[in-house]
Structures are given as C-alpha cells and as structure tokens.
C-alpha cells in the first residue's frame, strides 16, 4: 500500500495503489491553502484510505469562500501546516487527497477550475 505523510510525519496517509492520474485543481482556496499555481489532488472513496493521525494533529475547517460556492470541508496538520484532504460533505463517501503527501506524483489528467490556471505554466509533455 502506498503511504504518504505530511512534513512532521504525525500524520500519515495510506492508499491501495498510486492513480495512474492525478488531477490539478487552479482554484483560488487550492492556490492559497498550498501557496501553489495548482494542487495535485487524487480522488478516492473513503472506504479505501487509511488516515493514521498518531498524535492528533489532524484539524478541519469548514470553507465556504470557494470558487464553486459549495462548502468544502479542508483537512490539516494542525503542527506543521500541511494540507491533507477535502471533503465535499461530512457524508461524502469521497475524498481527495492533496497529491504532495506522496513521494511519486502522475501527471495530472484532468484540471478543476482551467479558466483560473495563470497563463505563464504549463505542464511538461511526458
């Protein structure tokens, strides 16, 4: 199973096989909540990933300023900062996962919100 983590390590993230593709979200929160151009991000349901948070550092906040006007649910180290998760509900049986918690990151193969992607990046061509 892969395992990633956020900087400290208190947290740690289990998944049952890296995607093949990961998909890059250009929204301002994404932008701002990694001080990125995008966030990497891979989708799974929450049956399938394991979230060890050993020293209970995991915290959520609910954020109603997004793009799309829907309140997401944004998960966090609480000690080192780190982006973890969203969730698009409490009841969501989905999850997304920020992509920097894992050593090896795909290629994105869809992007989220391309109308805010700044005109200077682009994407390598494998």
Do not use: H
Request: hydrophobic share 30%; aromatic share 8%.
């Amino acid at each position: 199973m892969p395992e990633g983590r956020c900087n400290c390590a208190s947290i740690k993230v289990s998944i049952p096989e890296m995607p093949k593709e990961s998909a890059i979200c250009y929204c301002g929160n994404c932008r701002r909540a990694g001080s990125t151009p995008g966030s990497i991000v891979y989708m799974f349901d929450k049956s399938e990933v394991n979230i060890n948070d050993t020293k209970g550092t995991l915290k959520s906040y609910r954020d109603s300023d997004t793009t799309s006007g829907n309140t997401i649910i944004r998960q966090f180290c609480s000690n080192c900062g780190c982006p973890v998760a969203s969730l698009l509900s409490e009841d969501s049986p989905k999850i997304i996962l920020k992509g920097g918690l894992f050593d090896y990151l795909p290629k994105p193969g869809m992007t989220s919100f391309p109308q805010a992607k700044p005109e200077w990046l682009e994407i390598a061509k494998a």
